[in-house]
């Protein structure tokens, strides 16, 4: 629904009543990298992921539930923005960041955050430095945790009948950093990004508007029942982190290059939060 057009379709899905195939053939590896994620999560964390029937590695697919609640980009931007239909969403994403948090290895993850931003905007040489700074200011130069990977609103559903939250899409990897996907869901709740992909915004030579009137009270929530979980350094890294995520995707939207000014705005934004 954001009127991409076809170089940002990377998947072919197939869809029954009950379950749905997703197969690649550009990004295969990636592919199977998610569903193995997916069917092969830590027990902890499959109450938040469709199950997985099937893993078809010669064709590059695989078969999994079909999630019929809402997905939170069509309740944020069109349907339900009241606090109290979104306090037990916020409550169970919490649930899912504990979880990842619980499971912690040595090995390192943000260098990789650091050269992908980097090796997509070569000219942010000291935004990368900065970044690496926040990451040292909180001890996690070679510390990582089980993450999703991509944690944003599109991702993402709710049942409220069985008050139970599903993920899907992940990145493929099981060890990155909560921390990070943190950052993801700021950059859909506080930095905009669904109503900015969906173009709900107006384009000015300096402002922004943004159609999101009626947001202000979720976003108080979050970074009440989130935000105000972390410290000061954690905070800073976060919104580092979801500075260089409007940095890097920018190359990835150059269908649209009015959406490509705004996301520089809103790296601006959380870049100057960050100091």
């Known amino acids: 629904n954001n ?14 009543a009950n379950s749905v195939r997703k197969s690649s053939v550009l990004f295969a590896n990636e592919l199977i990298a998610e569903a193995l994620w997916t069917k092969y999560a830590p027990r902890s964390l499959q109450p938040f992921l469709p199950k997985v029937f099937e893993i078809d590695t010669l064709n590059t697919a ?3 539930e079909r999630i019929k609640s809402i997905k939170l980009r069509d309740l944020f931007i069109h349907l339900d923005r009241d606090v109290k ?8 994403i919490k649930k899912f960041l504990e979880v990842c948090q619980e499971v912690e290895i040595e090995a390192p993850f943000w260098k990789k955050i650091c050269d992908k931003t980097l090796l997509r905007r070569p000219g942010l040489e000291k935004f990368t430095e900065e970044l690496w700074n926040c990451v040292e200011d909180c001890g996690l130069e070679n510390n990582s945790t089980l993450f999703h990977g991509d944690l944003h609103f599109n991702n993402m559903f709710f049942d409220f009948g069985k008050n139970r939250l599903t993920v899907i899409d992940a990145r493929g990897e099981f060890f990155g950093h ?3 996907d943190v950052a993801k869901l700021v950059h859909s709740v506080i930095g905009k990004f669904d109503f900015i992909d969906t173009r709900l915004f107006s384009a000015g030579d300096r402002n922004l508007r943004i159609y999101s009137a009626g947001t202000e009270q979720l ?3 979050f970074t009440e029942e989130v935000l105000g979980d972390l410290s000061a350094e954690q905070t800073r890294l976060v919104y580092k982190t979801t500075a260089s995520l ?10 649209f290059p009015d959406k490509i000014v705004e996301y520089e705005k809103i790296f ?6 960050a100091r």
């Open 3 to 16: 009127l991409s057009n076809g170089s940002r379709f990377f998947n072919k899905l197939e869809f029954s």
């Open 62 to 64: 695989y078969e999994m």
């Open 85 to 92: 239909t979104w306090r037990p969403i916020v409550h169970e």
């Open 178 to 180: 909560w921390l990070y």
């Open 219 to 221: 976003e108080e929530l």
């Open 246 to 255: 409007f940095a890097s995707m920018q190359p990835l939207h150059k269908d």
């Open 268 to 273: 601006e934004y959380f870049n100057q939060l």
